[in-house]
Nanobody, 126 residues
């Protein structure tokens, strides 16, 4: 059974940094897999923030390009999202997502992922 557990969220002031982690159990970091971070603000649709494939090729949304870095560690079966220069607009619940249906490239559509975590809250104050 695959389980994704996010951590690392919290409250920071604008301009601050956070590193989100996603511990994946039951999910093998073999070829081919894709993983992603999504976020959802109150009253908004869930949107893709960053994703990565098994060749470690990342893809970022325009809203976070240049401010975040996605990475994974096969040794610890974990996905990470390093966020810098945070803005109040980054306030949202952040979700980890994973897919093992052998996709070559990652994307930011919800149906591209078959496993989801419960989320970790990020709040950025001005």
């Amino acid at each position: 059974q695959v389980q994704l557990v996010e951590s690392g969220g919290g409250s920071v002031q604008a301009g601050g940094s956070l590193r989100l982690s996603c511990a994946a159990s039951g999910f093998t970091f073999e070829k081919y897999f894709t993983m992603a971070w999504f976020r959802q603000a109150p009253g908004q649709q869930r949107e893709g923030v960053a994703c990565i494939n098994s060749d470690a090729v990342p893809k970022y949304s325009d809203s976070v390009q240049g401010r975040v870095t996605i990475s994974y560690d096969r040794a610890t079966n974990s996905l990470y999202l390093q966020m810098r220069s945070l803005e109040p607009e980054d306030t949202a619940m952040y979700y980890c997502a994973a897919d093992n249906r052998r996709r070559l490239f990652c994307g930011h559509y919800l149906d591209e992922y078959n496993y989801w975590g419960q989320g970790t809250q990020v709040t950025v104050s001005s």
